[in-house]
């Protein structure tokens, strides 16, 4: 049976989120989608505590607040000391709480000896207390974020602004599925999303029902790190 580690858990919010659609990706006049893709989720993930030893994987997130948009006209550059106004729309008043679990990174067999469960899942909930140990954003660098911990039962208690509603968002963004060897192709998945009572299910990469191949990646070895012994005990206690 495949490991994975005790679930997690995280409060994230802030003024603005931006989880942008693909769709307006190609213009300057971006638009966020409705609620958070899996990638942005495991992005505010790796933020709080991430080592090539392990995966983080996204199981759930609940949308607290009512989901309202907010436009706002931003201006850039476009060459030559020139500037134009570009319309982009936000997500206003964003709260999420979210469940994840991490997995040992089988593509690094060469970290077998950093597998400690215990000591990765300390150092995972003392970061999440911390904020994170990395800058958190709610989709892009503009939308700061602030991280709480959260316990089982407080995330299972939590009221939704949606309980008691289905709704569909479609076809999805859902996550990239990076190549694990050099010359392999950077692959985006996107899915039928849909939320119950608040909650999104994220499915795993295999189920996504479109994969579309974007792309050589520009894979590289990774450098020596440090064993999660030396982390623990460089920890604040």
């Excluded at 307006?24 to 505010?44: A, D, W």
């Excluded at 997995?103 to 000591?119: C, G, H, S, V």
Aim: aromatic fraction near 14%; glycine fraction near 6%.
């Amino acid at each position: 049976m495949k490991f994975q580690s005790k679930p997690l858990y995280f409060k994230v919010y802030g003024d603005y989120a931006l989880w942008s659609d693909v769709s307006s990706k190609g213009g300057g006049e971006k638009f966020s989608y409705s609620v958070p893709t899996r990638q942005g989720l495991h992005g505010i993930a790796d933020s709080l505590y991430f080592k090539p030893t392990l995966v983080n994987v996204i199981d759930e997130v609940k949308v607290i607040n009512p989901i309202q948009t907010d436009t706002k006209g931003i201006r850039a550059m476009v060459g030559k000391g020139k500037a134009d106004l570009n319309y982009v729309t936000y997500l206003s008043d964003p709260c999420y709480y979210v469940k994840y679990h991490f997995e040992w990174n089988e593509n690094r067999q060469d970290l077998d000896y950093d597998r400690n469960q215990k000591k990765h899942e300390a150092i995972a909930e003392r970061s999440i207390k911390k904020g994170g140990r990395r800058d958190v954003f709610l989709g892009t660098r503009e939308c700061v974020a602030y991280v709480e911990a959260v316990s089982a039962d407080e995330y299972d208690q939590a009221r939704s602004f949606y309980d008691d509603q289905t709704l569909s968002f479609g076809i999805m963004f859902h996550s990239f599925k990076y190549p694990t060897s050099p010359n392999k192709p950077l692959i985006a998945c996107f899915t039928n999303t849909v939320m119950k009572d608040g909650v999104i299910r994220f499915k795993s990469q295999d189920e996504c029902e479109v994969q579309n191949e974007l792309s050589v990646y520009d894979f590289k070895y990774s450098k020596q790190i440090k064993s999660v012994e030396e982390e623990y005990d460089g920890l604040d206690k």
